[in-house]
Nanobody, 121 residues
Framework: QLQLVESGGGLVQPGGSLRLSCAVS????????IGWFRQAPGKEREGLSC??????LTQYFVAGRFTISGDNAKNTVYLQMNSLKPEDTAIYSC????????????????WGQGTQVAVSS
């Protein structure tokens, strides 16, 4: 079955950058849409970005700062996060759904455990 493992989180100062990784096993990136989500304490989970075989999408509130990309050879999806703000502090997770298009947020069927991102001076 498909497995997702996030890595790359940590503590970073405001204005800094992090690159998160989502390692995919049990399937290939051309068979699944992969999305990045975050959930801050006391808040709902937010969908951030998605990459799939036929389309890539990024939510407006992180567009220009966050960039999603995939490496088919490594079977890994990345989320490059630049110009980080304290309000970006959250647990970041990746999720997957089989298909060639980005699904709606509630349609993802596979989830990783998440990686903590803390933005603080």
């Amino acid at each position: 079955q498909l497995q997702l493992v996030e890595s790359g989180g940590g503590l970073v100062q405001p204005g800094g950058s992090l690159r998160l990784s989502c390692a995919v096993s049990g399937g290939t990136l051309d068979e699944y849409a992969i999305g990045w989500f975050r959930q801050a304490p006391g808040k709902e989970r937010e969908g951030l970005s998605c990459t799939s075989d036929s389309e890539d999408l990024t939510q407006y509130f992180v567009a220009g700062r966050f960039t999603i990309s995939g490496d088919n050879a490594k079977n890994t999806v990345y989320l490059q996060m630049n110009s980080l703000k304290p309000e970006d502090t959250a647990i970041y997770s990746c999720a997957a759904k089989r298909g060639t298009r980005c699904p709606t947020n509630w349609e993802y069927t596979y989830w990783g455990q998440g990686t903590q991102v803390a933005v603080s001076s």
